[in-house]
């Protein structure tokens, strides 16, 4: 037998976390194009260079022990981050954005990266929830938290419609299903004047006991963007996200999803009941890319069919190719880079979606499984037998 | 030959049958694959089922586990009638299965491939997985000296490696890890559908222990065993029935089925 390995050190994590939020810092404050440029090509070398060393390994198995640290890590980071940008309406509603995005994408994950289900209308369901919160916002008096809960609920509605011809379906017939309620859902939302047609619906900013969240705030003197309220309570909603994405998986309701996934009918010979899991993965999934709709739908203050199309949902697909299918760590790497790369790279105008497509080829063609790949199940975290 | 068969059945009938066949038949289109099969298998049998392929032997297992619908006959288990029933239905009922290419989640590890045939023991409640961690931790450790427990007679190797992705490991392994999904359930009856496909020769005189293994840790068990490799039957088997075009063509010990006429011709096509 081989003697026990000792346990790897915190401190290679917490440094990498480190470097790496200081170089997102620089990345977001950078103006100049050139500047961008370099650093985007540091921030490769660096990579590749500690790759090559073989500093990763040595963080990813630093991470793998201290995986709880690392995110408490990843909150102080963040809120670090919006610190230092507290007056600056830009990059905190980017950082707003990468949150959400990423809620929107966890819920994705628990679809298609644990049961399997495709789901091409993942921008459509985010619609959902934004249209609720400008609905209920501009005609009732429903507490704005549970307007998030309500778009939540739903998305996970409109999304059962669906569930019929995706239980009977499989593989890409399943896909077309969604696609298909990905055009159908933009073309209903033009033709319906309630709704606002193609211009779209204004929403009411987010107020919490009487606080409106489109104040500015003054804190000691300082003035931030009010921004900042929005990014607290989208990071409490991705790290609720988060610990219910990871809780599922390191269950035995992920271990469901994943036998179904791999062979149905092996899974189905064991007693499980497949049609169960699909429907519960589908409702969560949906229940999280719609309440994140409907906060991202107060950020915004704007709502109309156009930012709720099939090539959205595409992105969001994407972000979870990119990120590691199945790996919720991953998909939060991911949605920064898709977000936060097309809007720093300004200069290449329509090129930065070329560029964006060949970095996703790319990725599928050296990475298939991703650029952070999912770990084998530990059901607990730092858990040894 | 036939008439000694039919003693030796006469023998069983005296003991309780556990599963039975009556005139089974399954078609796929114009191909009959199972052509009113009656065949009785008695508890505590290791019952070998033999014929050359396409003779019906898999189509009858997943006939049995739900996964085809029957298109006539019965099915009967421990009295019960599961002719249509779910394949969950039929797992719950006591029935685990292998599978002929190994259907093992390759992505996943060792534990929880183990544990995927161990779904009816774990609790399967949302709020139980999602917010009652300190409970599902228990259960969960309980599992694991479980499944840990059970492959550590066949394989104290694999014992140390629960939590590394099946998909790296050699046939063999594959198979015995096959083996304890099915059996942590702790069924009436195990279906081993050709479990040295694919295997070495050294491998298949292993994996011949492992099921003798199998039968020392649970007397009461029922074994079906479909198999190609003869040396397999014949140390194996109490009893074996041979099939061909979806039908029983004789039954009986196995070497004296090989002295059958009509299975030689069914094996060598010479009369």
């Known amino acids: ?67 709880n640290a690392f995110g408490g890590g990843a909150i102080v980071a963040a809120l670090a981050l919006a610190g230092f940008f507290h007056d600056n309406h830009f990059v905190l509603l980017l950082m707003v954005t990468v949150l959400l995005y990423s809620v929107a994408t966890l819920g994705l994950n628990v679809q298609f990266g644990y049961a399997g289900v495709v789901n091409f209308a993942g921008a459509s369901f985010f619609g959902i929830g934004a249209y609720t919160s400008a609905v209920l916002n501009a005609q009732t008096n429903v507490p704005h938290l549970l307007v998030i809960v309500i778009g939540g609920l739903l998305a996970a509605l409109a999304g059962s419609l669906l569930l ?25 939302l033009e033709v319906n004047d309630v709704l606002g047609g193609p211009q779209g619906m204004q929403v009411k900013g987010m107020t919490l006991f009487g606080w409106s969240f489109n104040d500015s705030i003054e804190i000691g003197g300082i003035s931030a963007s009010f921004y900042l309220n929005y990014f607290v309570l989208s990071l409490l909603m991705l790290i609720g996200a988060f610990v219910l994405v990871q809780r599922l998986e390191r269950s035995w309701i992920g271990l469901n999803l994943d036998a179904l996934r791999l062979d149905e009918t092996a899974a189905a010979c064991f007693g499980l009941n497949v049609a169960r899991w699909k429907i519960t993965a589908f409702l969560i999934g949906n229940f999280l890319i719609g309440a994140a709709g409907a906060l991202f ?34 998909l939060v790497l991911a949605t920064i880079i898709v977000v936060v790369l097309p809007e720093k790279l300004q200069t290449l105008q329509e090129y930065r979606f070329f560029l964006y497509a060949l970095m996703v080829i790319a990725v ?12 084998v199940r530990r059901y607990f975290s730092g858990w040894r037998p | ?104 989640a390759l992505p996943l590890s060792i534990f929880d491939n183990i544990m995927i045939g161990n779904h009816q023991q774990l609790t399967q409640g949302l709020w139980f997985n999602l917010m009652r961690r300190r409970a599902f931790r228990r259960e969960f450790e309980t599992a694991y000296r479980l499944a840990r427990e059970l492959i550590d007679a ?94 029983k063509i004789a039954e009986g010990r196995y070497r004296d089925i090989t002295a059958d006429a009509q299975v030689q011709e069914a094996y060598l096509g010479v009369a």
């Open chain 1, 1 to 67: 037998m081989p003697a026990e390995k000792p346990e790897a050190a915190l401190w290679p994590v917490l440094c990498a976390l480190a470097c790496a939020t200081v170089y997102l810092g620089a990345l977001l404050a950078a103006e100049r194009q050139t500047l961008i440029i370099a650093l985007l090509a540091v921030g490769v070398a660096a990579v590749a260079g500690a790759a090559w060393f073989g500093l990763l390994e040595r963080v990813g198995r630093s991470f793998t022990a201290h995986e």
């Open chain 1, 164 to 188: 019929l011809p995706v239980l009977r379906t499989r593989g890409h017939y399943a896909a077309v299903v969604t696609i298909a309620f990905a055009l159908l859902f933009k073309t209903f």
């Open chain 1, 297 to 330: 739908g107060m950020v915004g203050g704007f709502v109309a069919p156009n930012n709720y199309t099939f090539a959205d949902s595409l992105i969001l697909v994407s972000i979870l190719l990119l990120g590691g299918i199945g790996n919720p760590w991953g």
């Open chain 1, 364 to 375: 599928l063609l050296f990475r298939p499984e991703g650029l952070w790949p999912r770990p």
């Open chain 2, 1 to 104: 030959m036939a008439a000694a068969g039919a003693a030796l059945f006469l023998r069983m009938a005296t003991v309780t049958v556990l599963l039975e066949t009556q005139g089974l038949v399954k078609r796929f289109g114009g191909v009959v694959a199972l052509d009113g099969l009656d065949l009785a298998v008695a508890e505590n049998e290791i019952l070998g089922l033999i014929g050359p392929n396409g003779s019906g032997k898999t189509t009858l297992f997943n006939v049995i586990t739900g996964i085809y619908a029957a298109d006539g006959g019965r099915v009967t288990f421990a009295g019960a009638d599961i002719t249509s029933a779910s394949s969950r239905a039929v797992y719950r009922a006591g029935i685990a299965r292998t599978f002929q290419r190994s259907r093992l």
């Open chain 2, 154 to 247: 066949f394989e104290p190797a694999l014992a140390e490696r629960m939590f590394e992705p099946v998909g790296g490991l050699p046939m063999i392994d594959r198979r015995r890890i096959e083996i304890c999904r099915a059996l942590i359930s702790q069924p009436k009856l195990l279906l081993l559908d050709e479990p040295s496909a694919g295997m070495t020769h050294d491998e298949t005189a292993e994996l011949m222990n492992d099921i003798f293994l199998v039968r020392e840790r649970n007397a009461a068990l029922t074994i079906i065993i479909i198999e190609h490799e003869m040396g397999v039957i014949e140390r194996i088997t109490d009893r074996c029935v041979v099939l061909n075009f979806g039908r």
